[in-house]
């Protein structure tokens, strides 16, 4: 099984318009019979529209006429001063020197992220990137590619997927199908609320400096550059959590030999956010970077050939009866007729308990 794991570096001032090369990537994807190469474009670049283009393939086809699709490149790898891959590839990168090179297409230098060196320490190797558009930065995207085969596992860990006010939780099943720990995965929460209320004052303050027509004036620009650095460092604390936690969970699981059972049951969890009356504002925040945890979880355990699967695993339905169950203060459940009383988070791991046996 082939995996692959990306990851996007921003580079300094290209010179080449990448707007141009990502729209003739875009009819390259569609007609691939028609060449469609102009005069003034480098042929390097062409050849990696429609002579590599088939092996260079990764994500999704463009969707919409003005998707800006990102140019594939291979790539030349130097290090112990051999080298490896296409000797005219467009990106060059020196492990030796901690440099890559983009030519021919495009001319720029940058270093190389220690991210490349950890996949290459796991077995993987960076095979093609892509040329594009972060935003409006010009970026590399390097795509790590690596052969493994699921191991047979030994073990049981299960992952309920929450907002991140209650947590993620997280539990692991030893040989005896016993939860042997259990923990909830929660950010900085203090840090966040903090962060939220002062851009709730900061929201307030710039709407009404709008509706008086001073929110062009200095003191106005300066309050939207101040709310828009507060909401970024607010998603950039839940980004940072989300990939360290999955990280965490996803080394345990090739630690122990374990099989990953998943429950991502978030539009419930935003359900109960509402319901306990947060603004869609503040639910947003708190529901923020959990579906980025999942897609880094399961990015982590293809790479790692740790087998998973996703389920539904019920969170008020009792797992011996398949009854309701009453919810009590503090987010204990309780069956009426086996008596059983849990912790809610506790309900999906006794689930998967039961589907998995």
């Not at 490896?84 to 983009?102: C, K, N």
């Not at 230098?109 to 996949?119: K, L, Q, T």
Request: hydrophobic share 40%; aromatic share 8%; charged share 30%.
């Amino acid at each position: 099984m082939i995996a692959r794991r990306a990851i996007v570096v921003e580079l300094p001032n290209v010179d080449c318009d990448i707007v141009r090369l990502q729209a003739l990537t875009n009819l390259a994807y569609r007609y691939k019979d028609l060449e469609i190469c102009p005069e003034d474009l480098p042929r390097t670049a062409c050849t990696m529209l429609y002579k590599r283009n088939f092996d260079l393939e990764f994500g999704t086809r463009p969707k919409k006429w003005f998707t800006r699709q990102w140019l594939p490149m291979t790539v030349l790898r130097i290090q112990n001063g051999a080298r490896r891959g296409d000797t005219g590839a467009p990106l060059v990168l020196d492990l030796d020197r901690g440099v890559m090179r983009l030519r021919s297409i495009c001319h720029v230098e940058a270093p190389i992220p220690r991210w490349v060196y950890d996949r290459l320490e796991e077995g993987g190797d960076i095979v093609f990137a892509m040329l594009g558009l972060k935003g409006d930065v010009p970026a590399v995207m390097l795509v790590a590619e690596r052969y493994v085969e699921p191991y047979k596992p030994e073990t049981l860990i299960v992952v309920d997927a929450n907002s991140w006010r209650y947590g993620v939780a997280i539990a692991y099943v030893n040989g005896n199908r016993r939860i042997g720990e259990f923990y909830k995965s929660r950010p900085n929460l203090r840090l966040v609320d903090r962060l939220y209320r002062k851009a709730v004052k900061l929201w307030r303050l710039y709407g009404r400096l709008r509706r008086l027509g001073l929110h062009k004036t200095p003191k106005g620009r300066k309050v939207l550059r101040d709310l828009r650095r507060t909401m970024s460092r607010i998603y950039r604390v839940l980004r940072d959590h989300s990939q360290r936690s999955a990280g965490d969970v996803v080394r345990k699981a090739v630690r122990l030999k374990a099989k990953m059972v998943i429950d991502k049951a978030l539009e419930e969890s935003w359900r109960d956010l509402l319901e306990e009356g947060l603004s869609k504002r503040e639910a947003k925040i708190h529901m923020a970077g959990v579906r980025r945890f999942i897609k880094i979880l399961e990015t982590q355990l293809k790479w790692h050939g740790v087998p998973y699967e996703f389920k539904r695993l019920p969170s008020r339905i009792c797992p011996n009866c398949e009854v309701g169950m009453e919810e009590l203060p503090g987010r204990r459940m309780r069956c009426h007729m086996c008596g059983l009383e849990e912790d809610r988070d506790k309900i999906p791991v006794l689930w998967a308990l039961k589907l998995t046996s």
